[in-house]
């Protein structure tokens, strides 16, 4: 219808800054995706867009819309009511179905009726434009929209977050490593766990104070953090335990990975007011294998690896023998 690598680690400000400040923090602009079977509203429309300084991905009608949101995760949809296929109503009730969290939906359409605006509200849209619109009135209805988003995944992020360390809480963690289980399993794909416990971390407390144990905690999860490749999964798994999943990555390149993680954690002590206080860890690494099931199995295998370490005499790296493990059932 018309209408007028792993030696490649990410870069980042510092923990605690959300996904809201995605464009400040990264120097990447929303993408909105419009759907609308006039080629002519779509690039007038995308056209508009652009110019305002956001990136625009389009689409012709609802399937194409639906494929192109599950693929590219716009931040925003502009959706016209009538497409052929999916109509917009189909497309607005799929996206708020397949996401905790979806991208605010925006209608365009040409129906002035209250009941088509009201329908529109309750499959999931915040917001519907009558068409003809003016490009000032679209822009800002869509600004509108990404402020409110913002918010919302600010709160989100937070409710993610360990309120000490920034990095992902348990729940969190946990959530994300199913995600990335599946995933792996899948396309058949490589994928290993370490587990890290800060070696010693007790007596950091009952020598220095909890406020000095805590530095130390932060200090830890921004080292770990800043020796991640964008792609691995970060946590804090409890109390001076934290957890790093890598995707496309061996058990063999895991070992790796776990040993410079251990190098950076080590290379200067952490200052605590006037206390210097040197940091160790012993890491268990494993990999993911046809004998597990679920990502509380990677834990699992994990955490056997990691009680080797410091039964070892801590302070290094141990990797999970699968085979060494069934000759002790």
């Known amino acids: 219808m018309s209408a007028t690598s792993r030696d490649n680690p990410r870069s980042r400000v510092r923990l605690g800054v959300s996904i809201a400040t995605r464009m400040i923090a990264y120097d990447k602009p929303y993408l909105?995706?419009?759907?609308?079977?006039?080629?002519?509203?779509?690039?007038?429309?995308?056209?508009?867009?652009?110019?305002?300084?956001?990136?625009?991905i389009a689409a012709a009608d609802g399937d194409e819309a639906l494929k192109l949101a599950r693929e590219q995760?716009?931040?925003?949809?502009?959706?016209?009511?009538?497409?052929?296929?999916?109509?917009?109503?189909?497309v607005c009730r799929a996206i708020q179905a397949g996401s905790a969290t979806p991208p605010p939906v925006i209608f365009l359409t040409a129906?002035?009726?209250?009941?088509?605006?009201v329908a529109?509200?309750?499959?999931?849209?915040?917001?519907?434009?009558?068409?003809?619109?003016?490009?000032e009135?679209?822009?800002?209805?869509?600004?509108?929209?990404?402020?409110?988003?913002?918010?919302?995944?600010?709160?989100?992020?937070?409710?993610?977050?360990?309120g000490l360390t920034g990095l992902f809480n348990r729940r969190e963690l946990d959530t994300r490593a199913g995600q990335a289980v599946a995933l792996?399993?899948?396309?058949?794909?490589?994928?290993?766990?370490?587990?890290?416990?800060?070696?010693?971390?007790?007596?950091?407390?009952?020598?220095?104070?909890?406020a000095?144990?805590?530095?130390?905690?932060?200090?830890?999860?921004?080292?770990?953090?800043?020796?991640?490749?964008?792609?691995?999964?970060?946590?804090r798994y409890g109390g001076e335990e934290f957890v790093v999943l890598l995707p496309e990555t061996s058990g063999e390149d895991a070992v790796l990975a776990a040993n410079k993680l251990r190098g950076t954690l080590s290379a200067t002590?952490?200052?605590?007011?006037?206390?210097?206080?040197?940091?160790?860890?012993?890491?268990?690494?494993?990999?993911?294998?046809?004998a597990m099931r679920t990502a509380a199995d990677l834990y699992a295998a994990a955490d056997e690896a990691l009680y080797r370490a410091k039964e070892l005499g801590r302070d290094r790296t141990e990797l999970h023998d699968p085979l060494a493990a069934r000759s002790q059932l």
């Open 32 to 56: 909105v995706l419009v759907a609308d079977d006039d080629g002519v509203t779509r690039a007038i429309v995308s056209s508009w867009l652009k110019g305002a300084g956001y990136a625009v």
């Open 73 to 90: 995760h716009p931040d925003l949809l502009l959706v016209d009511v009538t497409m052929p296929g999916r109509d917009g109503y189909e």
């Open 111 to 117: 129906h002035t009726q209250t009941d088509a605006r």
């Open 120 to 135: 529109g509200l309750d499959a999931g849209a915040v917001d519907y434009i009558v068409k003809p619109f003016a490009n």
């Open 137 to 162: 009135e679209l822009v800002a209805r869509v600004r509108a929209a990404l402020r409110t988003k913002a918010v919302h995944d600010g709160l989100a992020d937070r409710a993610a977050r360990d």
């Open 184 to 210: 792996a399993e899948r396309h058949e794909r490589p994928f290993s766990c370490l587990l890290l416990d800060i070696d010693h971390f007790k007596q950091v407390n009952d020598t220095h104070g909890h």
């Open 212 to 235: 000095a144990g805590d530095a130390v905690l932060r200090e830890a999860a921004q080292r770990i953090l800043d020796s991640s490749r964008i792609s691995d999964i970060v946590g």
């Open 269 to 290: 002590p952490v200052t605590a007011g006037a206390i210097s206080i040197p940091i160790r860890a012993s890491i268990g690494v494993a990999a993911w294998s046809d």
